[in-house]
């Protein structure tokens, strides 16, 4: 916070801390991490392949929080190829996102197309972030010693539920929004305004790929629709 507080000059909105759950459960860590003022804690899953769906909540939480002019800028902790569609969102809603890399600084921590996207690329160096990491024993190496045996993580991760897609990016829209927002996007269903369908369709390819099919796009907006109908019945 206070590195990028000097950086630009703004005031602080709030730390967005991402990681993964069994069952979306958070641990007694995730929970203190929560409680933490000024921090948000978004949750993917976690499988025996590993974290699913954190990718896509950045690239969601970067694209509802600039079409809500919430924020002029961010930064992003981050390397994935996966996060340029959020990047790319958010910048064309005039958003300077920075992005933070831990040195060295290369292919393999970060993504050089994401770099690219990106309106400038900041480097924390080993005196930095030193005193928040240990060097444990790999998993790999005691499997390795004849302790038990990897299991390869399958090919292709199978494709998320596209309803569930427009469900949680119509959560997030509707956490974020006005009750007066809310009032007019109700007045005006089905149809969804442009600016917020183009962000629920720029989240569907971050999580399904670039190319989405028009029943997936249906999907979404119907899934979109169930969270704002459920989440207003609820108020």
Same mark, same amino acid.
């Given at each position: 916070?206070?590195?990028?507080?000097?950086?630009?000059?703004?005031?602080?909105?709030?730390?967005?801390?991402?990681?993964?759950?069994?069952?979306?459960?958070?641990?007694?860590?995730?929970?203190?991490?929560?409680?933490?003022?000024?921090? !948000?804690?978004?949750?993917?899953?976690?499988?025996?392949?590993?974290?699913?769906?954190?990718?896509?909540?950045?690239?969601?939480?970067?694209?509802?929080?600039?079409?809500?002019?919430?924020?002029?800028?961010?930064?992003?902790?981050?390397?994935?190829?996966?996060?340029?569609?959020?990047?790319? +969102?958010?910048?064309?809603?005039?958003?300077?996102?920075?992005?933070?890399?831990?040195?060295?600084?290369?292919?393999?921590?970060?993504?050089?197309? &994401?770099?690219? +996207?990106?309106? !400038?690329?900041?480097?924390?160096?080993?005196?930095?972030?030193?005193?928040? &990491?240990?060097?444990? +024993?790999?998993?790999?190496?005691?499997?390795?010693?004849?302790?038990?045996?990897?299991?390869?993580?399958?090919?292709?991760?199978?494709?998320?539920?596209?309803?569930?897609?427009?469900?949680?990016?119509?959560?997030?829209?509707?956490?974020?929004?006005?009750?007066?927002?809310?009032?007019?996007?109700?007045?005006?269903?089905?149809?969804?305004?442009?600016?917020?369908?183009?962000?629920?369709l720029a989240q569907g390819r971050a999580a399904l790929g670039s190319n989405i099919q028009d029943d997936?796009? !249906?999907?979404?907006?119907?899934?979109?629709?169930?969270?704002?109908?459920?989440?207003?019945?609820?108020?």
């Amino acid at each position: 916070m206070e590195f990028a507080a000097e950086d630009c000059g703004l005031e602080h909105l709030r730390t967005y801390w991402y990681d993964g759950a069994r069952d979306a459960r958070p641990t007694a860590e995730q929970i203190a991490i929560a409680n933490l003022n000024g921090v !948000k804690l978004r949750l993917g899953r976690l499988t025996q392949s590993g974290q699913k769906g954190v990718d896509s909540r950045i690239v969601r939480d970067l694209i509802i929080l600039s079409v809500e002019r919430a924020i002029s800028t961010a930064y992003l902790l981050g390397g994935d190829e996966d996060l340029r569609e959020g990047v790319s +969102e958010a910048q064309e809603r005039g958003v300077q996102v920075v992005l933070i890399g831990v040195e060295p600084l290369n292919e393999q921590n970060i993504s050089r197309t &994401l770099a690219m +996207e990106s309106d !400038k690329v900041v480097t924390l160096n080993s005196e930095f972030v030193r005193p928040h &990491l240990a060097l444990v +024993e790999s998993v790999a190496t005691e499997m390795a010693e004849g302790e038990g045996s990897i299991t390869p993580a399958p090919d292709s991760p199978a494709k998320p539920d596209v309803e569930d897609v427009g469900r949680s990016f119509g959560a997030s829209w509707y956490e974020s929004a006005s009750p007066e927002t809310v009032d007019q996007l109700k007045r005006d269903s089905p149809r969804i305004p442009y600016e917020i369908d183009r962000a629920l369709l720029a989240q569907g390819r971050a999580a399904l790929g670039s190319n989405i099919q028009d029943d997936d796009r !249906k999907q979404l907006r119907r899934g979109f629709w169930q969270a704002i109908d459920s989440l207003a019945s609820t108020s």
